[in-house]
């Protein structure tokens, strides 16, 4: 589904993450046990394939943190592939892997980071820091790892975000286990 461009024009960020049927990335509390997490489920498979497509990751403080219940250590990257970036105003490490810098909320910093020559960047969970990104119009994709479920109340999409924007379907394939690939340009109006 998801191929990343690696050539010298403008780099896109792409926002791949899971959603339950009412738009919501995690549950209260960041509870995520409701998706689809089986190792072996196409659909995940093909999510690990397509995140090594990727040479750049972003994300903001809370889904780094939220790492660390499942095993990473402070500093350490999440992907061992990519140059990770982490958005935040007073995270601080002890001492850090040279894949991994914090770096304070700066629209002027993504937007030199998608001048640069590389892969695609993918946008890792934070539906604050999604939202933020979107009202920014630095969001290019949408990929959605749509699971059948009804969560009713969490983490929004985008978070408080209220910018509206248009999405054009590229793909749509749906998976065992009931969870569908949903792939998006977004358009800015």
Known sequence: M?????????????????????????????DISGFNQTADSDGIRKYFEDLKG????????NTYE???????KPGEPAYPHMEHLIFSNNLKFKSSHKLVTVVKPDIA??????????????????????GWLLDHEMI???????????????????????????LEL?????YTHGLQLLHYNINYE
């Open 54 to 61: 990727f040479d750049t990751v972003i994300m903001g403080r």
């Open 2 to 30: 998801y191929q990343s461009r690696h050539f010298e024009s403008m780099r896109q960020i792409v926002y791949y993450v899971a959603i339950s049927i009412d738009g919501f990335i995690s549950g209260p509390q960041g």
């Open 66 to 72: 939220f790492g660390y219940q499942f095993g990473l």
């Open 170 to 174: 590229i793909e749509s394939r749906a």
């Open 140 to 166: 290019d994709q949408l990929i959605i790892k749509l699971n059948p479920i009804v969560l009713y109340d969490g983490i929004p999409l985008f978070g408080p975000s209220i910018r509206q924007v248009s």
């Open 109 to 130: 910093l993504v937007k030199d980071l998608k001048s640069e020559v590389g892969s695609d960047i993918y946008l890792c969970g934070g539906g604050q820091f999604a």
